[in-house]
C-alpha cells in the first residue's frame, strides 16, 4: 500500500495563513526548478504571522516537487529509501522564539519514472488542466514523449495523465519516498506504508497521509521487503546554532569631495564608511544587496539619497547618523531581515516607502522633532507590534502602516493634524477603543479597505 504526503491547509494546524513561512532571500528560493538542482547560499525564511510551526510547513516561491522539512523529518526520512535524485536544501526559519534548522527536500522523478514505469502497459488519459474531463487515450513512450505531446497539442489546457500505472520489472520495491509528478492524478510526494507507520509513531506534524489503493494496476506483483524496525527521532527541536565567524569586511575609501556615489563591494558582509563622507549618493549600495549585514556610518553624514539600502536583503544593523534631517524615498525598503532602528534626533521627516516592507522589523524608535510620516513609510512591516508617535507629529500619510498586521494600540498626540487614507488598515490587533478614538478625531479614512 502506498500513500499521498500532502501539506495541511486546516487552521488550527498550520494556523490562518496561506503560506507558513516567507523566504527572506526569495530571489534563491525561485531558483529551484522542477527539472535541475540548485547551487544556492543558505535559504533564510520567516514564520509568518499568525502561522504555527509544523514538522511539514507550506511555503511559496519553489516550483518544484518537495516539502519543507523539520530537523526531525529530515532525521526519519535519512533512515528510510527515496529516489536517488533528491537534494535537501538547509533553512533557517526565524520566529519570535529563536531561528530553527529546516530543509527543502527536492526530488526529480524523470529518471526513475522513465526507469520504473512500463509506458507500454499504462493506460494515458488526454484531459482538461482540473483532471475533470478526459478526452480518449494517447500512447506515449516516456515522460520526454508526454512533454512533446503536450507541446504540440492545439489546446494549451490539455494534459496527458494516467489513473494507475504499471510498474516495470525495473521499479525498486523499497522505496520509500518517490513522485510520480507528472504522469498520474497524483502529484504529490508518494510514501510507503512502513514510512507512513514511522510518521505517525513519532507524533509529526503539518501533514495529511491518504492512502492510494489504486497506485499500481499490478500491486500484487510489488512485494517490498518486511517493515522495518521502529525508528524513534529526537523529540527536541534543532535551533541552529550558527558558529561565529568574522564578517567579511569592506572599508570605503576617502572621497575627495565628501560625496559616495557608489560602494563597490559585491561580496562583502559589512561596510565601513570613513568619516568626512558628508553625502551619499541615491542607490549606492545596490551593489551590496546580497550579502550585507552590517552598516557602519560616520555622523559626518548629512544626507543620504533615495533608495540607498533598498533591497539589502541580509542586512541586520545599520546606525543612521545624527547628522540626519529627513528619511528619503525608500531608504531602507525591502530590507527582509532589519529588526531595529533608531531614528537620529533631529529627523523631521519620513519620507514615502522610507521603511516599507521590511518584514522583520519589530521595532521603530521614532525621535522627538518627527513632524512628518510619509505615504506607506512602514506598509507591510508585518512584525511591527509597538510605536510611539512623538508629540511634536503633525501627519502621518496615506497607507503609512497599511498591513501592519501586529501594530496594536498607540497614543495618537494631540499635535497630529492628519492621518491619511488607509493609514492603519491591515491590523487586527486594535482594540474597539482605539479605533473609536481615532475615528472620532479623524473620520473613518485611517482604518477603510485599500484598493490598489
Known amino acids: 500500500m502506498y500513500y499521498t504526503l500532502k501539506t495541511r491547509c486546516d487552521d488550527d494546524v498550520v494556523g490562518h495563513v496561506l503560506f507558513q513561512i516567507d ?3 526569495s530571489e534563491y528560493a525561485f531558483k ?3 527539472y535541475e538542482f540548485a547551487s544556492i547560499p543558505l535559504l533564510k ?9 509544523t ?13 519543507v522539512i523539520s530537523e526531525r523529518m529530515k532525521q526519519l526520512f ?3 529509501n527515496i529516489i536517488p535524485q533528491h537534494k535537501y536544501y538547509p533553512i533557517e526559519v526565524s520566529s519570535k522564539s529563536g531561528v530553527f534548522s529546516y530543509y527543502y527536500l527536492q526530488l526529480i522523478n524523470k529518471d526513475f519514472v522513465n526507469k520504473s514505469i512500463d509506458f507500454q502497459k499504462t493506460t494515458f488519459y488526454w484531459s482538461d488542466l482540473y483532471l475533470t474531463e478526459t478526452y480518449g487515450t494517447v500512447e506515449v513512450s516516456s515522460v520526454e514523449d508526454i512533454k512533446k505531446k503536450r507541446k504540440a497539442s492545439s489546446d494549451i489546457n490539455n494534459c496527458i495523465k494516467a489513473e494507475q500505472v504499471v510498474a516495470s520489472k525495473d521499479f525498486d520495491a523499497n522505496l520509500d519516498i518517490f513522485s510520480l509528478d507528472f504522469i498520474t492524478v497524483h502529484d504529490d510526494i508518494i510514501i510507503s506504508e512502513r514510512l507512513k507507520n514511522a510518521i505517525e509513531a513519532n507524533g509529526l506534524t503539518g501533514m495529511h497521509i491518504v492512502p492510494l489503493p489504486d497506485l499500481f ?8 521487503v518486511e517493515d ?5 527521532v529526537s523529540q527536541t527541536e534543532s535551533k541552529v546554532m550558527a558558529p561565529k565567524k568574522e564578517l567579511k569586511t569592506y572599508e570605503v575609501p576617502p572621497c575627495a569631495n565628501g560625496v559616495l556615489e557608489y560602494v563597490r563591494c559585491e561580496d562583502a558582509e559589512r561596510v565601513i564608511v570613513p568619516e568626512g563622507i558628508e553625502e551619499i549618493g541615491s542607490s549606492a549600495f545596490r551593489c551590496c544587496s546580497r550579502h550585507l549585514r552590517e552598516l557602519v556610518l560616520p555622523d559626518s553624514v548629512k544626507r543620504i539619497g533615495d533608495y540607498a539600502f533598498i533591497g539589502c536583503d541580509m542586512l541586520e544593523t545599520v546606525r543612521l547618523p545624527e547628522g540626519m534631517e529627513e528619511i528619503p524615498d525608500n531608504l531602507i525598503s525591502s530590507c527582509k531581515s532589519l529588526k531595529r532602528i533608531v531614528l537620529p534626533k533631529n529627523v523631521k521627516k519620513i519620507a514615502a516607502h522610507a521603511f516599507a516592507y521590511c518584514i522583520s522589523l519589530e521595532e521603530i524608535v521614532l525621535n522627538e522633532g518627527l513632524e512628518t510620516i510619509g505615504d506607506n513609510a512602514f506598509e507591510d512591516c508585518q512584525y511591527l507590534d509597538k510605536v510611539v508617535l512623538p508629540t511634536t507629529l503633525k501627519s502621518i500619510g496615506d497607507y503609512a502602516f497599511l498591513n ?4 496594536g494600540d498607540f497614543n495618537i498626540p494631540q499635535g497630529v493634524e492628519s492621518i491619511g487614507e488607509s493609514a492603519f488598515f491591515g491590523s487586527e490587533a486594535f482594540s474597539e477603543k482605539f479605533i473609536s478614538e481615532v475615528t472620532d478625531r479623524f473620520g473613518e479614512l485611517p482604518f477603510e479597505e485599500y484598493y490598489d
Open 78 to 80: 535519512d533512515q528510510f
Open 217 to 224: 494496476a499490478n500491486e500484487d506483483e510489488i512485494k517490498p
Open 228 to 232: 522495518m524496525p521502529k525508528v524513534i
Open 45 to 53: 525564511a520567516k514564520l509568518c504571522r499568525r502561522a504555527k510551526m
Open 32 to 34: 529551484i526548478k522542477s
Open 55 to 67: 514538522d511539514v510547513m507550506q511555503g511559496g516561491c519553489i516550483s518544484a516537487c518537495g516539502l
Open 404 to 407: 501592519c498586521s501586529s501594530l
Open 23 to 25: 523566504y527572506i532571500n
